[in-house]
T-cell receptor, first 117, second 115 residues
Framework: AQKVTQAQTEISVVEKEDVTLDCVYE???????LFWYKQPPSGELVFLIR??????QNEISGRYSWNFQKSTSSFNFTITASQVVDSAVYFC??????????????FGTGTRLQVFP | DAGVIQSPRHEVTEMGQEVTLRCKPI?????LFWYRQTMMRGLELLIY????????DSGMPEDRFSAKMPNASFSTLKIQPSEPRDSAVYFC?????????????FGEGSRLTVL
């Protein structure tokens, strides 16, 4: 069975603090993909990143970085120097591999991040 | 370029009424997904289509729910009869097999309240 666990339900930080959102997954697939999505207060889901199971290199995109460790089945997300606009619910998701580029996503329960000025 | 379009954005109805939610995927996308988001259960996949054909409806909660995709540019999710526990935000998403990022593009959601 596939499962995604985001143990942190809510995190509050003050602007400019660094914050890490944890994600732990379970799967029996050898090929799989991991995602992070952001859901701002407006409600839409915004894609942030997808990583495949064969690529354990950390990824950095501006203030965002992701740490993928197969040994611990984790795909953590760090926001450096957080800003008020980062306030949102962040979802980690795991694919049930459908085809090369399309995935049936299993979502975690989300972590609500509040960044205070 | 228009994204995934869902309607209505908000729906309030009474228990027992039929509800129809609509989705227009991004042109050219060959996968369409319906998700439901509630506080208790988070984001759940209800059903998905590939080239207009339903592939997996194992997430559909019960027979009161049905989904159709009569053509590549339109899908509906119907609840009949509706119940208060169906209150949720329903998201439609689409994707394209040829998109290297594997991104699912989500609509803004339809918030359903069943009284």
């Amino acid at each position: 069975a596939q499962k995604v666990t985001q143990a942190q339900t809510e995190i509050s930080v003050v602007e400019k603090e660094d914050v890490t959102l944890d994600c732990v997954y379970e799967t029996r697939d050898t090929t799989y993909y991991l995602f992070w999505y952001k859901q701002p207060p407006s409600g839409e889901l915004v894609f942030l990143i997808r990583r495949n199971s064969f690529d354990e290199q950390n990824e950095i995109s501006g203030r965002y970085s992701w740490n993928f460790q197969k040994s611990t089945s984790s795909f953590n997300f760090t926001i450096t120097a957080s800003q008020v606009v980062d306030s949102a619910v962040y979802f980690c998701a795991l694919s049930g591999h459908l085809s090369y580029n399309t995935d049936k996503l299993i979502f975690g329960t989300g972590t609500r991040l509040q960044v205070f000025p | 370029d228009a994204g995934v379009i869902q309607s209505p954005r908000h729906e309030v109805t009474e228990m027992g009424q039929e509800v129809t939610l609509r989705c227009k995927p991004i042109s050219g996308h060959d996968y369409l997904f319906w998700y439901r988001q509630t506080m208790m259960r988070g984001l759940e996949l209800l059903i998905y289509f590939n080239n207009n054909v339903p592939i997996d409806d194992s997430g559909m909660p019960e027979d009161r729910f049905s989904a159709k995709m009569p053509n590549a540019s339109f899908s509906t999710l119907k609840i009949q009869p509706s119940e208060p526990r169906d209150s949720a935000v329903y998201f439609c998403a689409s994707s394209f097999e040829g998109e290297a990022t594997g991104e699912l593009f989500f609509g803004e959601g339809s918030r359903l309240t069943v009284l």
